[in-house]
């Protein structure tokens, strides 16, 4: 006589084996917030940020004056949609990259929140209007500026240099030095020295900010095969050539000066240019010594510099 367990036996022989599926295997639909913040999230809001703080200081240095609210307007919202339709695209392109960097692995295309070929369309509709409403609304040098800075930022430096020389975050700085000149030929419809002059001071501010964030995040640029300077040098090298263009920055905000800026503009370079070159000698020196270095200070600091400059500026043009 068979027991009860010797007949759950053989039934459990005689039946066919089926596939286990796995129904939450499958990550859940995003709701349409989600979908909208991760497209807001895209154009990197922060960074949009940080480089209309430089347009309005050379839009109203270009006059001495402020500009017309109507081109004032126009001009910020289209640098923001350009700055916007570039760092869409900027996701796109490294979409095989940020998977592997914890600092960019929750971007919506990482995460699979939006479609390849959804961030793709909407870059592109960023760029078209950008440069657009700038032809439309400013001048056509202005205009034409906006989309060299979008060219550039995305198959100059994201598709070639980003991956293939340390000198990236160098050349790249040409991309975020453009508001300046775009803000100054919206309102001028050509450029002039202290333009230049600006755009020198953030072309050469870039390296020492990017570094410091690259020194952070370097075993993420090297996972992902990123040749960033930090990964392929030495800290004592990097934190020399940080203390080099810290010097280089300050030398083109006195240049600025010189131009005849008033000493409101002058005594505040000097001040926080100081700090900037203070920190900077820190973190050498700290490389040298080979001891913990604190990169997150200067990173900080010199968000800090360019914004307090960027009001000197501005407060400068209007007083003169």
Not at 63 to 88: E, F, K, M, Q, Y
Not at 158 to 164: A, E, G
Not at 271 to 285: I, M, P, T
Not at 309 to 316: C, G, M, P, R, T
Request: hydrophobic letters at 55%; one cysteine or more; a positive charge.
């Amino acid at each position: 006589m068979s027991t009860v367990a010797d007949r759950a036996s053989s039934a459990t022989d005689e039946a066919p084996l089926r596939p286990i599926v796995i129904r939450d295997a499958v990550p859940p639909r995003p709701g349409a917030l989600a979908v909208i913040r991760a497209y807001v999230s895209l154009t990197k809001p922060r960074i949009v940020e940080l480089l209309l703080v430089t347009t309005v200081p050379a839009m109203l240095l270009a006059r001495h004056r402020v500009p017309s609210l109507w081109l004032l307007a126009v001009t910020l919202v289209g640098g923001a949609l350009a700055a916007g339709a570039a760092n869409a695209l900027n996701c796109y392109i490294d979409r095989d990259i940020d998977q592997l960097m914890r600092r960019t692995s929750k971007r919506p295309l990482a995460t699979h929140t939006i479609s390849p070929r959804s961030v793709l369309v909407f870059g592109l509709t960023l760029a078209v209007v950008s440069v657009a409403l700038m032809a439309a609304s400013t001048n056509p040098l202005a205009a034409a500026l906006t989309a060299v800075a979008i060219a550039y930022y995305d198959l100059v430096y994201t598709l070639w240099l980003k991956r293939t020389t340390p000198a990236n975050t160098f050349w790249g700085g040409v991309c975020g030095a453009m508001p300046v000149l775009i803000g100054w030929a919206a309102v001028t419809g050509g450029l002039a020295w202290p333009a230049w002059a600006m755009f020198a001071v953030v072309f050469l501010w870039q390296p020492p900010h990017f570094w410091a964030l690259a020194i952070n995040c370097r075993d993420d640029y090297a996972r992902a095969g990123i040749p960033m300077l930090p990964v392929v040098a030495t800290l004592k090298r990097v934190g020399l050539e940080t203390v080099i263009y810290s010097w280089l920055t300050v030398a083109a905000s006195m240049a600025l000066w010189a131009l005849g800026m008033t000493p409101v503009y002058g005594l505040t370079a000097v001040v926080v240019g100081a700090l900037l070159l203070l920190e900077a000698h820190r973190l050498y020196g700290r490389a040298r010594r080979d001891e913990p270095v604190k990169p997150m200070r200067l990173f900080h600091w010199s968000t800090t510099y360019l914004s307090l400059l960027s009001v000197a500026i501005s407060v400068d043009a209007l007083i003169r």
